[in-house]
């Protein structure tokens, strides 16, 4: 992927890549513990986080433009990028918002309906004609996401609209991620998409455990979920890139 780029573009999506990991760390050291040591991390860098992911997906969007077919992937992706990103904003508590959760998982779950579209379109790029596994796929996402809620997630004496805020959110994140897994399965590419979506169902599924039962998995655990989602959000990006080469 990289070998498509001249080497000053190169050594930006390299500077890019090292700004995030160094915020990641420096927001982890800097950062306070709040009540609970469920998170630490500091606000600003999470924000810059946040922007230099959506600056990756821009970039590799602006490559896509001179290729109409991946272009259209392209955009759903950036879309679904864009709206996470705003998402994530929402939840930094930056803005006056007595209940951020709810419409940071609307503007999530729209994220995820991007990323369905856009996968819609990768398919006849890459050649995925079976309509069989995909809709296997999808039948068996939805299965999973109402087994794992029902497990893991579900609490009968919290807040009902969590509860099944999360269901549906989780139903439309796992078919997202399993529509990626089928075209790896038929075609064996974009690798790196199916990745990025499987990290962040895996991110959401610690941190709904953790916002609907009160169950932390691990010390600092929303910023361990931090930067697994962040890193698959960023896989997402480059997986653009990724389908210029196919």
């Known amino acids: 992927m990289f070998s498509m780029l001249p080497p000053p573009q190169r050594i930006f999506i390299i500077a890019m890549l090292v700004a995030w990991l160094v915020l990641y760390i420096v927001g982890m050291i800097a950062g306070t513990p709040n009540e609970d040591r469920s998170r630490r991390f500091l606000r600003s860098a999470k924000i810059a986080m946040v922007i230099i992911t959506v600056v990756l997906g821009i970039f590799w969007l602006v490559y896509t433009w001179a290729d109409p077919s991946t272009n259209r992937f392209a955009v759903w992706i ?5 709206a996470c990103g705003i998402a994530d904003v929402v939840l930094a508590d930056i803005f006056p918002i007595a209940e951020p959760l709810i419409p940071a998982m609307v503007l999530f779950g729209l994220g995820h309906i991007f990323y369905i579209v856009g996968l819609f379109n990768l398919r006849p790029i890459l050649g995925a004609t079976s309509t069989f596994l995909l809709a296997a796929v999808v039948v068996l996402s939805v299965i999973a996401g109402v087994l794992l809620w029902q497990r893991t ?50 991110s959401d599924l610690m941190l709904a455990r953790y916002l609907v039962r ?33």
């Open 214 to 246: 009160r169950e932390q998995l691990v010390p600092y655990v929303r910023d361990v979920v931090w930067i697994i989602y962040s890193g698959g959000q960023v896989l997402i990006a480059f997986s653009i890139g990724a389908a210029l080469l196919v």
């Open 153 to 202: 997630i579900y609490n009968p004496k919290g807040s009902q609209r969590l509860n099944y805020g999360t269901l549906i959110y989780g139903i439309f994140l796992l078919v997202a991620a399993g529509m990626a897994v089928a075209i790896v399965i038929e075609t064996g590419q974009l690798i790196i998409l199916a990745l990025g979506l499987l990290l962040f169902a895996g």
């Open 78 to 82: 950036m879309a679904g990028l864009a």
